[in-house]
């Protein structure tokens, strides 16, 4: 099993529709985790940090669920600028700085 | 703002040639790592350093080595290029341990 896995898509929604990824981790002590964009040849970017209460930025909702080990985005009023790739990010599976990103989900808007 | 300043966006060398990338950044950064991305794959880590002059083995560190003399500089390096390694080459940094990690604009290395 892959220490994160995503579903890599392509998503392809429509303009204001509601779309939510998942990633899931294998490691119970993982520590922190995070959600980075990709847009294409760019390189990634700090979407959010997630936390365990769960947080909220604007049309982005982070989730963990730490009992079934996996995180969530949910993405409201999709916009056409939110075509990207999103990268779930899993800290502290073992060893010191050990950062494991997941090999992300495609996401397309439509108009 | 963080600024993570890689050297060149592009790169072409020809297998068996000595290849340096170079990466700075100017936040007095703990913590500097490099990737590399290819497609299905994900960003696979290479190497890291937390701290000037030490190093630790990544995921993937055969065929690459790395240098760190000054906190800022964080240097990739093949030694013998092979057309595997053609690649999208990042490098990011972090202060904590497991705080945000900030990257450069990237380096697409191809080998011929």
């Known amino acids: 099993r892959k220490e994160v896995e995503q579903d890599p898509g392509p998503f392809n929604v429509p303009e204001g529709a509601t779309v939510a990824f998942n990633c899931t981790y294998s490691n119970s002590a993982s520590q922190s985790f995070f959600w980075y964009r990709q847009d294409c040849r760019k390189e990634p970017k700090l979407l959010m940090s997630?936390?365990?209460s769960g947080n909220e930025d604007g049309r982005f909702t982070a989730q963990l669920n730490r009992a079934s080990q996996y995180i969530s985005l949910l993405i409201r009023d999709s916009k056409l600028s939110d075509s990207a790739t999103y990268l779930c990010?899993?800290?502290?599976?073992?060893?010191?700085?050990?950062?494991?990103f997941g090999t992300g989900t495609k996401l397309q808007v439509i108009p | 703002d963080v600024k993570v300043t890689q050297s060149s966006r592009y790169l072409v060398k020809r297998t068996g040639e000595k290849v340096f990338l170079e990466c700075v950044q100017d936040?007095?950064?703990?913590?500097m790592f490099w990737y590399r991305q290819d497609p299905g794959l994900g960003l696979r880590l290479i190497y890291f350093?937390?701290?000037?002059?030490?190093?630790e083995k990544g995921d993937i560190p055969e065929g690459y080595s790395v240098s760190r003399e000054k906190k800022e500089r964080f240097s990739l390096i093949l030694e013998s290029a092979s057309t595997n390694q053609t690649s999208m080459y990042l490098c990011a940094s972090t202060q904590g341990a497991e705080d945000i990690q900030y990257f450069g604009a990237g380096t697409r290395l191809s080998v011929l």
């Open positions: 936040m007095d950064h703990e913590n």
């Open positions: 997630v936390y365990s």
């Open positions: 990010v899993v800290n502290g599976l073992g060893g010191y700085q050990k950062v494991t």
């Open positions: 350093s937390y701290d000037v002059k030490m190093k």
